[in-house]
């Protein structure tokens, strides 16, 4: 898109794929980055730098199971990629590039311990079933 032109609300709704109305509730969740510009009688019009934001947006709430809070702190620590995939693709590199990395004194989880803390938990279930 042509940085000059102006898509209507209803020309993004249909580019991607989205209700109006979602279109409007982002905009209250993420006002720093979806401003529309209002023309006569209040219509909204998006440039295309905000309708590539909205693509990234929909990306990672909709392709990548992200939460809208999520999002939002991707925003808050100025880490809006410029698309879902690289996002994505550097979370599963394995580096310390992506914005949510995990913490360096996390631990590792043992699946044998975990997988026996759940059949306990099941026995302690089931007998409290039957009292």
């Known amino acids: 898109m042509d940085n000059e ?14 209700p109006a109305h979602t279109l409007r509730y982002w ?9 529309p510009t209002t ?7 998006y440039r295309a730098e905000t309708v590539d934001r909205l693509i990234v947006i929909r990306d990672l ?18 880490n809006l990629p ?9 979370m599963n590199s394995g580096t310390d590039e992506h ?4 913490p360096q ?13 759940i059949d ?3 026995q302690a279930h089931n007998v409290l079933k039957t009292v």
């Open 5 to 18: 032109y102006f898509a209507s609300i209803n020309e993004v709704s249909k580019r991607l794929s989205v």
């Open 27 to 35: 905009e209250k969740q993420f006002p720093v980055v979806i401003r």
């Open 39 to 45: 023309g006569a009688g209040g219509r909204r019009y």
């Open 61 to 78: 709430l909709y392709k990548h199971g992200m939460t809208i809070a999520g999002v939002k702190k991707l925003l808050r620590d100025g």
């Open 82 to 90: 410029a698309s879902a995939d690289e996002f994505v693709s550097a």
């Open 99 to 102: 914005p949510i990395a995990a």
């Open 105 to 117: 004194n996390a631990t590792k989880v043992n699946t044998q311990q975990l997988d026996l803390a």
């Open 120 to 122: 306990l938990l099941k």
